[in-house]
């Protein structure tokens, strides 16, 4: 069975050029399908793969290396040599021809399990599509022989047109330079009729995805030329009752409210999903578009988006020296206290209030819905490497510092945390010591707290407190919380300088900085290093190689942002893989 599955393994990845002569294979593709994957140029995907440094990198890794040597990998090749052989070119020619005119993949969603899938390979060369499948053929008879099984590759006919079937999960057949084949024989039958359908109409388009309204519906929000696209019908999943109660307005769940009220939104008044993956010129893309957006959003998406398209979603991410991540949102907590019982059912409305006034009974001077209002709707959040240490005792394991930036739409947010921060302080202070700092930075004043070096403190055999000196300032209208007296100061500075009258349009964007991570593993990496000796017994010179080697290839990974944007009648969610050098 390795060899089959490596047969069929050979055909769908190998590298293949689409061509303008070949049929295109949605024409197969019943119209009644849910969810359709498309590989338009099979050769810029695999050659754009192979062309990255990171995956030409990737496979010095000894642990690759080693991967590539084993007896699956080396049968594999063998299966290559095997068919450029026998079928009298090399392997990316005879992808070329067998696989040239695309690949499809598509199916009838109808309970998320079992659900038959059609797959739709189109050849540009049908004398050597025929040949191979001959040449596959007699692979599997062997492979069965050799097995001493009761599987048996069993050949019937279907409206005239041989098929193959082994087992219950692949069913195969050729029509002319077309390969087709499921994991279920009324699938491939369907395939089948819809050839017959097609000739039946005199080449016109019949009832397939080839001339599927919703579908060119979608392939238009995408940007041109993807490598790879997918479209999915809601139809299925929005027609199920657990789902249905979640695209509801306003739902039953607070939480989904809280969290995803936007994309939730979305989902609701959209039709359908479409996606493309992109090959950039130093990295990748992926890119998401649903056809609904601002124009006809309900009350609860107040809570992530702004309802004027104007306004902006955020600010400039947070990106100081050693960053590892960035965060930078709108959230409108504001919405959520005056909008209450639009955003929240009544139950939910109702214990919402009672909480908030429950909560405010504990904050001296200061109650939750006065803090909500006056809180803002631009929130930062950043991970980074800070370079200082705040403290002489160095802790075993270090970690990064983390702080967040939020805004205000009233200073009086600020001063109220700022109370209850050094209440809150001097309650913790009375059990474990902690000291409290004041200064001042570049013009700002810092507030914050020590843990004691000598003192009284809960067992922490890591020393891991001394990671931490929580911090806390104001910059006109924004607040920072930070885990550390140094991220602070840089986050100060930052603020300083940076305009936040020009915000961006997307209302989320985060960012992964695989240099930064590579940074902080690298000034600590005996952890790393002796997980790789327990995983694999190996020599302590060996694994030290192997970290080496893995921490030089993080820091050429480059860094990965997502994107989401709510424009007046389209979602967009976007995906940019930006490599390193």
Wanted: charged letters at 25%; glycine letters at 8%.
């Amino acid at each position: 069975m390795v060899r089959l599955a490596l047969a069929v393994g050979f055909m769908l990845t190998g590298v293949s050029v689409a061509s303008s002569a070949a049929p295109d294979p949605l024409r197969l593709i019943p119209d009644k399908a849910d969810l359709v994957i498309k590989i338009e140029n099979p050769r810029a995907f695999l050659e754009g793969i192979k062309s990255l440094d990171a995956v030409k990198d990737v496979t010095q890794l000894d642990v690759v290396r080693k991967a590539l040597d084993s007896a699956e990998a080396r049968r594999f090749f063998e299966l290559i040599a095997y068919y450029e052989r026998d079928l009298g070119h090399p392997w990316p020619v005879l992808v070329d021809k067998l696989a040239g005119g695309g690949i499809v993949i598509g199916s009838k969603i109808n309970n998320g399990i079992d659900d038959p899938v059609l797959f739709v390979v189109q050849s540009t060369d049908e004398k050597l599509l025929a040949k191979f499948i001959e040449k596959a053929t007699a692979v599997i008879e062997d492979e069965l022989a050799l097995s001493g099984g009761n599987n048996k590759l069993v050949k019937q006919k279907y409206e005239g047109f041989d098929t193959l079937s082994f087992g219950n999960d692949l069913h195969a057949c050729r029509i002319d330079g077309v390969l087709i084949f499921s994991n279920k024989p009324e699938a491939l039958k369907k395939g089948i009729d819809q050839h017959r359908q097609n000739i039946s109409q005199g080449g016109k388009p019949a009832e397939n995805m080839l001339g599927s309204a919703k579908l060119a519906a979608g392939r238009k929000l995408l940007p041109a030329d993807p490598q790879v696209w997918v479209w999915y019908n809601f139809d299925y999943i929005k027609n199920r009752d657990e789902v249905k109660d979640n695209l509801k307005t306003p739902r039953d769940n607070a939480i989904l409210t809280g969290l995803f009220a936007g994309y939730l939104d979305v989902i609701r008044r959209s039709e359908f999903l479409v996606a493309g993956l992109y090959r950039n010129k130093d990295g990748y893309a992926l890119t998401v578009r649903m056809p609904a957006g601002r124009d006809g959003m309900a009350e609860d998406v107040d809570l992530h988006v702004p309802r004027e398209s104007k306004v902006s979603g955020t600010l400039p991410l947070l990106e100081p020296k050693g960053v590892l991540f960035s965060h930078s949102f709108y959230l409108d907590l504001g919405a959520m206290w005056t909008k209450r019982e639009k955003i929240f059912n009544a139950n939910n409305a109702r214990d919402f209030e009672k909480g908030v006034k429950e909560a405010s009974r504990f904050l001296p001077g200061a109650s939750i819905d006065k803090l909500l209002t006056q809180s803002g709707v631009h929130h930062r959040f950043v991970v980074a490497e800070v370079s200082s240490n705040d403290y002489k005792v160095e802790p075993l394991v270090k970690l990064p510092s983390f702080g967040f930036v939020t805004s205000m739409r009233d200073k009086q947010f600020g001063k109220s945390v700022e109370t209850l921060i050094r209440g809150a302080g001097f309650l913790v202070g009375t059990q474990v010591s902690l000291k409290m700092f004041e200064e001042t930075h570049n013009g700002v004043a810092i507030v914050g707290y020590r843990f004691p070096e000598d003192g009284k403190f809960p067992d922490d055999p890591q020393k891991l407190r001394f990671n931490f000196t929580p911090t806390f300032a104001m910059v006109d209208d924004q607040f920072i919380a930070a885990s550390s007296k140094s991220l602070c100061r840089e986050l100060i500075d930052t603020l300083k300088k940076e305009d936040r009258t020009k915000g961006l349009h997307p209302n989320m964007q985060m960012r992964g900085y695989a240099d930064g991570l590579g940074k902080f593993i690298n000034a600590a990496p005996d952890a790393l290093l002796i997980q790789s000796i327990l995983d694999q017994a190996i020599p302590e010179g060996e694994a030290k190689k192997q970290v080496e080697q893995l921490l030089r290839y993080i820091n050429k990974l480059g860094t990965v942002r997502i994107e989401t944007d709510y424009l007046d009648n389209e979602f967009r969610f976007d995906l940019q893989w930006k490599t390193g050098k």
